[in-house]
């Protein structure tokens, strides 16, 4: 077990860590931050090329923007630690978060800021094309796909919605679905099938991608027949549901049905005093680099708040 007991521990490493690290760290908490031993940087370390965070006039590449926050969250003294928080005890006034090494850090706050996964289709190719024309997110991509012909793999709300979404964009968007109806909403679902440039390969799943260096190719198959075909496509946006990542504090901080973090109304506190949470793990709705990076801000001033008053 450290000796110390640090003012605060950061657990994740995406916009919304980096971000709670820089405003931690300037505001002398000294904050140690566990970044992850595989995927440190977050989600996006696996794209390229992000358009819309402010101040990136020409976009900036998604790795280059995550090794900025982090030099930015080291520059202010943030300990950086490159491995993954394996277990955490969040009650009580003095938190433990456990190393790889089984080593036990001590805190008197901790953020958490795990982030959320994308559920992949498990294909061929899937992770090789991800941000070469594989996509989980229409907001974040949908402009680089003008008058392209672009595929969403799904059958409910968020599908429909991104569908609905690369409309703006593409020539022709194709919903492709594994039954023969939706599970969206009547009022999603109807938008959609009313949408001119929407069609839909019912029965259908995405068994292969093709295309060296971007999308150039989608298989299909028919769920009921077996049956294969190839179908030219240069945008495969899979919405098929995400997973925040909150299986460390399941049995600790309250959940949604989701298995989303819950937090106090106008706060990042959680359920348990000195624990707050912010960014895709708490977010259902919004889920961009831009509103996780605010919401690790305001996990920060919530941290320096609650610490400010114990002292
Ligand atoms: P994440 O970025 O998911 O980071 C969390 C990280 O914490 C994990 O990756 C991991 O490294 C670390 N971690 C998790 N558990 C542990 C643990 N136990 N111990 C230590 N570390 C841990 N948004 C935009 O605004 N613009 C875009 O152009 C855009 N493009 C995207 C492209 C792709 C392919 C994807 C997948 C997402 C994109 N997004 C985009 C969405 C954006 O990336 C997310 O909204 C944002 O990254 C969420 O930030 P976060 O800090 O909450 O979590």
Redesign the pocket.
């Known amino acids: 077990m450290s000796e110390k007991i640090h003012d605060v521990i950061i657990?994740?490493?995406?916009?919304?860590?980096y971000t709670a690290a820089i405003y931690a760290a300037r505001a002398a908490l000294e904050p140690v931050l566990?970044?992850?031993s595989l995927?440190?940087?977050?989600?996006?370390m696996?794209?390229t090329e992000?358009?819309?965070?402010p101040g990136f006039a020409e976009g900036i590449m998604?790795p280059d923007l995550m090794l900025a926050m982090r030099a930015q969250a080291e520059r202010f003294g943030t300990q950086i630690i490159t491995?993954?928080?394996?277990e955490l005890k969040l009650t009580g006034a003095v938190k433990e978060v456990t190393d790889s090494d089984g080593v036990v850090w001590r805190s008197r706050a901790v953020i958490l800021?795990?982030?959320?996964g994308?559920r992949k289709l498990g294909i061929d190719d899937e992770d090789r094309l991800?941000?070469r024309g594989v996509?989980?997110?229409a907001t974040?991509?949908g402009a680089f796909f003008r008058n392209k012909d672009i595929a969403v793999v799904g059958g409910g709300d968020s599908a429909m919605e991104e569908a609905t979404f690369l409309t703006r964009f593409a020539n022709k968007v194709t919903v492709i679905h594994r039954r023969d109806e939706l599970r969206a909403s009547a009022i999603m679902a109807g938008r959609a099938k009313r949408d001119p440039k929407i069609e839909f390969a019912w029965n259908s799943s995405v068994s292969g991608i093709g295309g060296e260096n971007s999308v150039e190719s989608i298989t299909l198959t028919d769920t009921v027949t077996g049956q294969h075909r190839e179908v030219p496509m240069q945008g495969l946006f899979i919405a098929v549901g995400h997973d925040p990542?909150s299986e460390?504090v399941t049995d600790q901080v309250e959940l949604d049905e989701d298995g989303y973090v819950l937090t106090q109304p106008d706060s990042t506190g959680t359920n348990l005093v000195g624990v707050f949470a912010?960014?895709?793990?708490v977010d259902h709705t919004y889920?961009?680099?831009?509103?996780?990076a605010g919401s690790?801000c305001a996990a920060a001033l919530d941290a320096e708040k609650y610490l400010a008053a114990l002292d």
Do not use: K
């Open positions: 657990v994740g490493s995406g916009p919304a860590g566990f970044e992850g995927d440190s940087g977050g989600a996006l696996n794209t992000v358009e819309n965070y998604g491995d993954d928080a394996t800021a795990m982030g959320s994308y991800s941000g996509s989980w997110c974040c991509d990542r460390l912010c960014g895709d793990l889920r961009q680099a831009i509103t996780a690790g």
